[in-house]
């Protein structure tokens, strides 16, 4: 019996307000957000995969993509988010390529990507899959 498995490993990140990030997640978002049993929110993918969210009182965020949302339909996507009031066009380098909705169209260099950020400042994308 191994006593190291990654068969039930998970992800975390921090926030700085539970509270604005239940309501991002799960309301804007439209993911299932369950708080644990030591007051942390899970996020629950639709695999089934877990993420942790907790609170971090000195929390930075992170200077990293946290979460990527697979997309069909890039513009479909930037479109439905950017109806719920959550802003794609969060880089505006003109080098960094993206365009009016943010998006940044690699031309069959990789996918599309638009990122945009959570209420505590942590990044997340959606990308062409």
Known sequence: MDAFTPDKAFSGFSVDDAAAAKAFYGDTLGLTVNENAMGFLELVLGDGARVLVYTKPDH??????????????????????????????????????????????????????????????????????
Request: hydrophobic share 40%.
């Open 60 to 129: 930075g965020p992170a200077s990293f993509t946290i979460l990527n949302f697979p997309v069909d339909d890039i513009d479909a996507a930037v479109d439905e988010l950017n109806a719920r009031g959550v802003v794609t066009k969060i880089y505006q380098d003109p080098d960094f390529g993206t365009d009016e909705k943010g998006i940044a169209r690699a031309g069959g260099r990789g996918p599309d990507i638009a990122w945009f950020r959570d209420p505590a400042g942590n990044t997340l994308s959606v990308l062409q899959a």
